[in-house]
């Protein structure tokens, strides 16, 4: 696995999701200090670990989850996974015991199919409890079929999370990671290339990161002053690297390593504030 992935997967690993409420007609949640209020359906919140004996009596019942998209969809885009944390390409990572972990899968209707987003998202559906193993060889005993999405409000995660679907909707962080990816190809090409990847060479465009913190600005957070300095370092590092490409001194690529390792370390921090 290459490093980037490693390094965004050891610290998602242990963000542990889901949750249960007591009232099938209204719940509030207390994750986003009383401002998340979901009414007409029992609601699976992510971190409180809710017990799977816990839902057998809402089996088969209408339920309502908050999440995030896993960038993995089903070949045919007819079941997503739904998790805690932006960006999890890892369902399933934790084991399932007798707990919900850090994953609900999602499946649409008969025909229809789960449209992929950056953004958090409310999904309803009904809750089906059973051992099921899908499409990519993934076992658990919980999902929700006959799912509808929307995007989630402030009234539905708080304005925390709003803000970063407001990040979602400006495409920022994927034009970040983006690019970071491809200073990433260029500085551990060599490791790369001796797991077997192809990876070649290439010089970024360093006015993305421009168009990234233009982008920031105009949202005016403090929330998101991280994202603004990784997506300055990053067009530091850019510049310095087309250099180095242009002077064919690609040894020297190397040396960058640890500061690719930092913007990375960046994200994560910033990405683990907005657990849900």
């Not at 542990?16 to 009383?34: F, H, Q, W």
């Not at 920031?216 to 998101?224: K, N, T, V």
Request: aromatic share 10%.
């Amino acid at each position: 696995m290459k490093n980037k992935w490693l390094i965004i997967m050891c610290l998602l690993l242990f963000c542990l999701i889901l949750a249960g409420c007591t009232n099938d007609e209204k719940v509030v949640s207390n994750e986003y200090k009383g401002e998340s209020k979901v009414e007409g359906s029992f609601q699976i919140r992510f971190k409180d670990l809710v017990e799977l004996k816990t839902l057998e009596k809402y089996d088969g019942k209408t339920v309502t989850a908050v999440g995030y998209l896993s960038p993995i969809m089903g070949y045919d885009n007819s079941f997503g996974y739904l998790m805690n944390l932006p960006y999890q390409t890892c369902p399933y990572c934790i084991p399932d015991d007798t707990r919900i972990t850090n994953t609900i899968a999602i499946f649409a209707p008969s025909g229809k199919k789960i449209e992929a987003t950056e953004a958090a998202v409310v999904g309803t559906g009904t809750l089906k409890l059973g051992e099921y193993t899908d499409d990519y060889g993934y076992e658990y005993s919980y999902r929700i079929v006959d799912a509808t999405l929307k995007k989630a409000d402030t009234e539905s995660v708080g304005n925390k999370v709003a803000l970063y679907n407001d990040v979602a909707d400006k495409k920022i962080l994927s034009t970040l990671l983006e690019n970071l990816y491809i200073l990433d190809d260029d500085v551990f090409c060599k490791e790369y290339k001796m797991q077997g990847l192809n990876i070649k060479i290439q010089k970024v465009d360093v006015s993305v990161f421009d168009s990234v913190i233009k982008s920031i600005d105009e949202l005016g957070s403090e929330d998101l002053s991280i994202l603004k300095k990784t997506a300055e370092d990053a067009k530091k590092i850019g510049n310095e690297i087309n250099k180095i490409i242009d002077s064919q001194d690609i040894e020297k690529l190397k040396d960058y390593q640890e500061r690719m390792n930092e913007c990375f370390d960046n994200i994560n921090s910033w990405m683990l504030e907005y657990e849900l």
